[in-house]
Nanobody, 123 residues
Framework: VQLQASGGGLVQAGGSLRLSCVAF????????MGWFRQAPGKEREFVAA????????YYEDSVKGRFTISRDNAKNTVSLQMNSLKPEDTAVYYC?????????????????WGQGTLVTVSS
């Protein structure tokens, strides 16, 4: 299984970015997917997730109303639209494949990870 994340970059506060993650080597439509982030000196934290069926979504409180997770099963892609970005959103963002039946919110519940894409929000 390989996950390739892209779309990070430098943006001013209040701006937007769209992250994408393409999955290879798995039956993508059968897996729930998540996004995590890790800022320098901090632990990896949950950002958002989307269920494989019904496309139910889950968000960390600080990104609710600003970030939107979506998926395109035809393209094996999960995306994260990030609006109204803040300097505290600065981090490396990772996509991951969730293990069925496990927590939505902990990194230990995800089996496969992308390489990460850096998002930097300037004030």
């Amino acid at each position: 299984v390989q996950l390739q994340a892209s779309g990070g970059g430098l943006v001013q506060a209040g701006g937007s970015l769209r992250l994408s993650c393409v999955a290879f080597g798995l039956s993508f439509s059968s897996y729930s997917m998540g996004w995590f982030r890790q800022a320098p000196g901090k632990e990896r934290e949950f950002v958002a997730a989307i269920r494989w069926s019904e496309y139910t979504t889950y968000y960390e409180d600080s990104v609710k109303g600003r970030f939107t997770i979506s998926r395109d099963n035809a393209k094996n892609t999960v995306s994260l639209q990030m609006n109204s970005l803040k300097p505290e959103d600065t981090a490396v963002y990772y996509c991951a494949v969730r293990r069925s039946g496990s927590s939505w919110y902990t990194p230990e519940s995800y089996d496969y990870w992308g390489q990460g894409t850096l998002v930097t929000v300037s004030s």
